[in-house]
């Protein structure tokens, strides 16, 4: 079974810096493909990045690229997401996600088959 636990956010100014954490057991991220989604109040839930299974290659969407930078630790079996240059607009709760399937990077949340409960970020102005 693939449980999943993200930690790690809280409110921060503007510019500032968190760092998320995912725990995964039942999957290994040696192999497995992870994301990370958010949602905002009243939005869709919106595709942040992603990391293929081992960590070689990152995707990223277009509102976080060059801010964020998403990360895997084979041995701890973790993912993080290292958000720098915080907005207002990056204000949602994040979510790792696990794919259906062990190599999807892709951003449709539907090929997500895992999910944690969420971390709040709010970043204030």
């Known amino acids: 079974q693939v449980q999943l636990a993200e930690s790690g956010g809280g409110l921060v100014q503007a510019g500032g810096s968190l760092r998320l954490s995912c725990a995964v057991s039942?999957?290994?991220?040696?192999?497995?493909?992870m994301g990370w989604f958010r949602q905002s109040p009243g939005k869709e839930r919106e595709f942040v990045a992603a990391?293929?299974?081992?960590?070689?290659?990152?995707y990223y969407s277009a509102t976080v690229k060059d801010r964020f930078t998403v990360s895997g630790d084979n041995a701890r079996n973790m993912v993080y997401l290292e958000m720098n240059s915080l907005k207002p607009e990056d204000t949602a709760v994040y979510f790792c996600?696990?794919?259906?399937?062990?190599?999807?990077?892709?951003?449709?949340?539907?090929?997500?088959?895992?999910w944690g409960p969420g971390t709040q970020v709010t970043v204030s102005s």
């Open positions: 996600a696990a794919p259906s399937t062990y190599n999807y990077v892709g951003p449709s949340s539907v090929r997500y088959a895992h």
């Open positions: 039942g999957r290994p991220v040696s192999t497995s493909a």
């Open positions: 990391i293929t299974g081992g960590g070689s290659d990152q």
